[in-house]
């Protein structure tokens, strides 16, 4: 065996691949990066989860991948020693050779180590072969080199270089999110998959179009009742009004408007699958409300409003909408000026939210990204984000990561939803809307926000039988 010194600091790099395929895969993921930080592994960088057929073994069910880097001081076989331990205790049993299994921690990398041992085989023997292997490892580690001696013929390409000559990729792999344990995971790479329709269900007595319609939990209880019979996956429920220049209100009071109504969703039947997400850019009320059975945190300030919210959602392991907005409710209608046009400025602003997210601790399985239309944009630059969805989800200019995290669209009825259509009543833009929302179906959006949840339902299941084939 033969292991290289320890960087400065006294610790080694290592990259260790992570996959599941028995019971809930994302829990025992989430459950093993918890043990592995419990033991002192220090997760540095953290690939999207990406789905993926069983190779080898056909005969089992799809697989969740990804591959993390970490610092530590232990030795290549201790290190093992660790990852097994992690597996034993999540319940790993070694039935089927590459059969299926609750959690598997595989070695990759570590440092620029060749390592050849009965028990490890450093770079993972079958590496090169294996595009839910290579495919996350050259998301986190596209420049790596691997050691010259285990490299055939000496070559001397980068991670992303084997990648891109990879003989044969698997085509139906793709990033997945997380939005509930029992709905189905957004593949965002999927060309056939359905969009997600995001139920508005608004608390405050001064939202734009529909303030004061919810004022008890009798008609909450109606709507959402007619929200899920219509067909929404996620009911958004907001306390604190985001239209321009609307007052702000403290935490305590936006908890007394929605933590009632959050118990009383997850107490209906035919609820329970459901997500449920809050409308907010307070930690305190992110906290409260994922406590009683939130699923989602929208935050139109992407953490800028709250220094605590994204680390609250990293520490309790649920998913982020994290949408772009300049200032505030009450400044961002005065912050509409990109220089380098409104698609730009969304991806270079947005990515460095983004990047934060990640920095506090959210798994990428666990963000969603909003252009957030009507915030800090003039008519021409909505329009603008609408037509161009495409080109800025796969975006590389800024960050390519980007192009791994799905995207949820908002333009029910805007402002300049009715300034173009003439309607000045916002409950009767519903025509507008829903030309706004097939636009952003075309241009890959993976959930819409919307008000008229069953006339917009079958808007999304139009624009999708168009739109989303294979």
């Given at each position: 065996m033969k292991t290289s010194l320890p960087s400065p600091d006294?610790?080694?790099?290592?990259?260790?691949?992570?996959?599941?395929?028995?019971?809930?895969?994302?829990?025992?993921?989430?459950?093993?990066?918890?043990?592995?930080?419990?033991?002192?592994?220090?997760?540095?960088?953290?690939?999207?989860?990406?789905?993926?057929?069983?190779?080898?073994?056909?005969?089992q069910d799809p697989f969740l991948n990804g591959v993390c880097q970490v610092e530590t001081s232990l030795e290549p076989l201790p290190l093992l020693d660790r990852l097994q331990s992690i597996?034993?205790?999540?319940?790993?049993?070694?039935?089927?050779?590459?059969?299926?299994?609750?959690?598997?921690?595989?070695?990759?990398?570590?440092?620029?180590d060749h390592i050849k041992h009965p028990r490890l085989h450093i770079p993972h023997i079958s590496m090169l072969e294996r595009d839910f292997v290579l495919r996350p490892l050259a998301e986190i580690l596209p420049n790596q080199h691997l050691p010259s001696d285990f490299i055939p013929n000496g070559s001397n390409r980068t991670i992303s270089q084997f990648l891109q000559s990879l003989p044969e990729k698997d085509t139906t792999m793709s990033p997945v999110t997380?939005?509930?344990?029992?709905?189905?995971?957004?593949?965002?790479?999927?060309?056939?998959?359905?969009?997600?329709?995001?139920?508005?269900?608004?608390?405050?007595?001064?939202?734009?179009?529909d303030g004061g319609?919810?004022?008890?939990?009798?008609?909450?209880?109606?709507?959402?009742?007619?929200?899920?019979?219509?067909?929404?996956?996620?009911?958004?429920?907001?306390?604190?009004?985001?239209?321009?220049?609307?007052?702000?209100?403290?935490?305590?009071?936006?908890?007394?408007?929605?933590l009632p109504v959050v118990r009383a969703i997850r107490e209906m039947n035919g609820a329970d699958k459901v997500a449920i997400s809050i409308d907010t850019f307070h930690s305190d009320v992110a906290r409260e409300t994922i406590l009683a059975g939130a699923d989602i945190i929208n935050d139109v300030s992407a953490g800028l409003l709250d220094e605590r919210m994204l680390s609250t959602v990293a520490e309790l392991g649920k998913t982020v909408v994290l949408m772009h907005m300049r200032g505030d409710p009450h400044t961002m209608?005065?912050?509409?000026?990109?220089?380098?046009?409104?698609?730009?400025?969304?991806?270079?602003?947005?990515?460095?939210?983004?990047?934060?997210?990640?920095?506090a601790g959210i798994p990428p399985w666990r963000i969603i990204l909003d252009p957030g239309l009507g915030f800090a944009k003039n008519q021409a630059q909505n329009l603008e984000l609408l037509r161009?969805?495409?080109?800025?989800?796969?975006?590389?200019?800024?960050?390519?990561?980007?192009?791994?995290?799905?995207?949820?669209?908002?333009?029910?009825r805007k402002g300049f939803v009715g300034?173009?259509?003439?309607?000045?009543?916002?409950?009767?833009?519903?025509?507008?809307?829903?030309?706004?929302?097939?636009?952003?179906?075309?241009?890959?959006?993976?959930?819409?926000?919307?008000?008229?949840?069953?006339?917009?339902?079958?808007?999304?299941?139009?624009?999708?039988?168009?739109?989303r084939r294979p």
């Open positions: 006294g610790l080694n790099c290592a990259a260790i691949a992570f996959g599941s395929n028995l019971g809930d895969r994302v829990a025992n993921i989430e459950a093993a990066l918890s043990k592995m930080r419990e033991q002192n592994l220090r997760v540095t960088k953290l690939s999207a989860l990406y789905e993926t057929k069983p190779m080898y073994y056909d005969d597996e034993n205790e999540l319940g790993r049993k070694r039935i089927i050779d590459k059969g299926p299994r609750t959690i598997d921690l595989d070695i990759v990398l570590y440092n620029q997380v939005l509930h344990p029992d709905l189905p995971l957004i593949r965002v790479r999927d060309a056939t998959r359905k969009t997600h329709v995001m139920a508005i269900l608004n608390l405050t007595p001064d939202s734009f179009s319609e919810h004022t008890d939990l009798k008609m909450v209880r109606a709507s959402v009742a007619k929200f899920i019979t219509a067909g929404a996956t996620i009911i958004d429920i907001g306390g604190q009004s985001t239209r321009p220049r609307a007052d702000f209100l403290g935490p305590e009071e936006e908890l007394a408007r929605v209608t005065q912050l509409t000026a990109y220089p380098d046009g409104v698609v730009h400025g969304v991806a270079r602003e947005l990515s460095a939210r983004l990047q934060a997210a990640l920095d161009s969805l495409r080109q800025l989800r796969e975006s590389t200019d800024y960050s390519s990561l980007l192009q791994n995290y799905p995207w949820l669209m908002g333009p029910s300034k173009i259509t003439g309607v000045a009543e916002a409950s009767q833009r519903g025509y507008g809307t829903a030309a706004a929302v097939t636009a952003s179906i075309e241009g890959g959006a993976d959930v819409v926000r919307i008000h008229d949840v069953s006339e917009m339902m079958q808007v999304t299941k139009m624009a999708d039988a168009i739109y």
